[in-house]
T-cell receptor, first 112, second 115 residues
Framework: DQQVKQNSPSLSVQEGRISILNCDYTNSMFDYFLWYKKYPAEGPTFLISISSIKDKNEDGRFTVFLNKSAKHLSLHIVPSQPGDSAVYFCAASTINDYKLSFGAGTTVTVRA | ETGVTQSPTHLIKTRGQQVTLRCSSQSGHNTVSWYQQALGQGPQFIFQYYREEENGRGNFPPRFSGLQFPNYSSELNVNALELDDSALYLC??????????????FGPGTRLLVL
């Protein structure tokens, strides 16, 4: 049962433009959401997180938006850089259950 | 602050064999979680240990077992290997603070191939 879904397997964006990655979830008990970035042959690297009491969190070029009523979150990367080319995973957890449920990932390619 | 490390990086086994994968968590992190990532999929939760006790388990059979040690190291053991066990195995550590949203920090993974 896939509780976290990333429906776009890939995204191609020009350098300097905005990348928007989307994630949907079905479990209304999720209250903590994270984005991870993964390069080939490496483990996932934590990017940014948001708790359910917020609807936006920013960290430099990365902003995560949470829409609880729609059970949807998105990651904006502005401006996109060649080093952002990687697989991005959306993950979610509940506050008392530390396991992470992951989406299948979105492969981002930033074109020069 | 040292990161999360895993060994070995790659491993080839044959069906029916047993394997032990190792992880060293970040110092001070009381929780370690193990995930299996099949090709083209997101990581799937196997189980979690908190202060050397199993703290939760995903939909994996009992032939997947683990240990956590006081020195922040841990093991994932898989018995009676099957071809479908071929995957990237990731461990992740976190502080284990009750009642707080937890960020888990991942190691580079062990790539297991079962022939």
């Amino acid at each position: 049962d896939q509780q976290v879904k990333q429906n776009s397997p890939s995204l191609s964006v020009q350098e300097g433009r905005i990348s928007i990655l989307n994630c949907d979830y079905t479990n209304s008990m999720f209250d903590y959401f994270l984005w991870y970035k993964k390069y080939p042959a490496e483990g996932p690297t934590f990017l940014i997180s948001i708790s359910s009491i917020k609807d936006k969190n920013e960290d430099g070029r990365f902003t995560v938006f949470l829409n609880k009523s729609a059970k949807h979150l998105s990651l904006h990367i502005v401006p996109s850089q060649p080093g952002d080319s990687a697989v991005y995973f959306c993950a979610a957890s509940t506050i008392n259950d530390y396991k992470l449920s992951f989406g299948a990932g979105t492969t981002v390619t930033v074109r020069a | 602050e040292t990161g999360v490390t895993q060994s070995p990086t790659h491993l080839i086994k044959t069906r029916g064999q047993q394997v032990t994968l190792r992880c060293s968590s970040q110092s001070g992190h009381n929780t370690v979680s193990w995930y299996q990532q099949a090709l083209g999929q997101g990581p799937q939760f196997i189980f979690q240990y908190y202060r050397e006790e199993e703290n939760g388990r995903g939909n994996f059979p009992p032939r997947f077992s683990g240990l956590q040690f006081p020195n922040y190291s841990s093991e994932l053991n898989v018995n009676a290997l099957e071809l479908d066990d071929s995957a990237l195995y990731l461990c992740a550590s976190s502080l284990g603070q009750q009642g707080a949203g937890e960020t888990q920090y991942f190691g580079p993974g062990t790539r297991l191939l079962v022939l």
